[in-house]
């Protein structure tokens, strides 16, 4: 059965596309830009086609366009006019439309095809930057109004970090330039948001070094192993949600007994709850960051 989302609430529209339900109802009224369908209680839905639309003249309407000169441009004209402002100017609008609807449709095809067509003209890096990331920061909002489920999330969350990987393994292929030092990657114990951990693996792969990537959920006395095989090692980790700003203090002091024994031992964290870290009591061998580019500079 094909149970792909057809009908929208008023509310979805305005979580997806960023336009003021109020304001999606006066171009309504007063524009006919929409068609809504009515249920037995006289609530607004709307199709994929009005969804489609709507991205589509939100996209019109933030480049410059005013409301009532689209509302006069024929319906078949609007996604040509659209191509067109995609092809002088970013395609980041219309690709993050693109992959909501990708999202929202649990469609890997129109995921993949838009992605490419991206990639036709823009690197991995800035696709991941301008496009994923302010994707991704709107899923919380997206989920916590009910637009999309948890679902929808993984579904879309998988799909990156498919990407992430793939240009991961086509670095991977080339043997590492820079032996001075190995890059541990890993996520605390009951941490498993890793797109921001897979990530940084790729920019520090990009830059020549070794990584050892061990994934999520990994308990500290892991890392013991690791140490046996590789000097000068920087392990690197990301604190979203674990260790919580009541644990963290306890879990850096743990983890330089788990490391103590070992030589040029570093750790490198970044993430939320680093910033509930004591980093005047930090050691030199410890350093938190405020982001991935803070990070990579340096490397």
């Known amino acids: 059965m094909n149970n792909i989302k057809k009908q929208f609430s008023i509310r979805d529209l305005e979580n997806l596309s960023g336009i003021k339900a109020h304001t999606i109802r006066i171009w309504e009224k007063r524009y006919d830009l929409l068609s809504p369908e009515r249920t037995e209680t006289n609530i607004r839905t709307y199709s994929l086609k009005s969804l489609q639309k709507l991205l589509n003249v939100t996209l019109l ?10 509302a006069k441009i024929p319906q078949g004209d609007i996604p040509v006019l659209v191509r067109q402002i995609v092809s002088k100017k970013s395609v980041k609008n219309h690709a993050i ?7 929202i449709n649990f469609d890997r095809s129109l995921f993949m095809e838009t992605y490419k067509g991206m990639l036709a003209n823009t690197s991995f890096r800035s696709i991941f ?15 916590q109004t009910h637009t999309i489920s948890p679902a929808h999330e993984h579904f879309i969350s998988f799909l990156i970090k ?5 240009n991961t393994e086509k670095l991977q292929n080339h043997y590492p330039q820079k032996t001075d030092k190995v890059f541990v990657l890993f996520l605390p114990e009951s941490e498993i948001h890793d797109i921001g951990l897979l990530y940084l693996r790729y920019e520090i792969c990009l830059k020549g070094y070794k990584t050892v990537y061990l ?6 006395n892991n890392l013991k192993e690791v140490l046996n095989y590789f000097e000068n090692i920087h392990f690197v980790s990301y604190f979203t949600v674990e260790p919580n700003k009541d644990t963290i203090d306890d879990y850096m002091k743990n983890f330089l ?5 070992s030589i040029n031992t ?5 993430g939320y709850q680093t910033g509930c870290l004591n980093k005047a009591e930090l050691p030199e061998s410890i350093q938190s960051f405020t982001s991935i580019d803070a990070l990579t500079s340096k490397l």
């Open 61 to 70: 309407y933030n480049n410059g366009y005013k409301i009532s000169k689209i």
């Open 97 to 103: 439309n693109a992959l909501k609807i990708a999202m």
């Open 129 to 143: 930057k301008d496009i994923f990331i302010p994707l991704l920061n709107e899923l919380g909002l997206l989920w």
């Open 162 to 166: 498919e990407q992430i990987i793939v």
């Open 215 to 220: 994934g999520d959920n990994v308990p500290l």
């Open 257 to 261: 007994e788990t490391t103590k024994d």
């Open 266 to 270: 570093k750790f490198w964290v970044l």
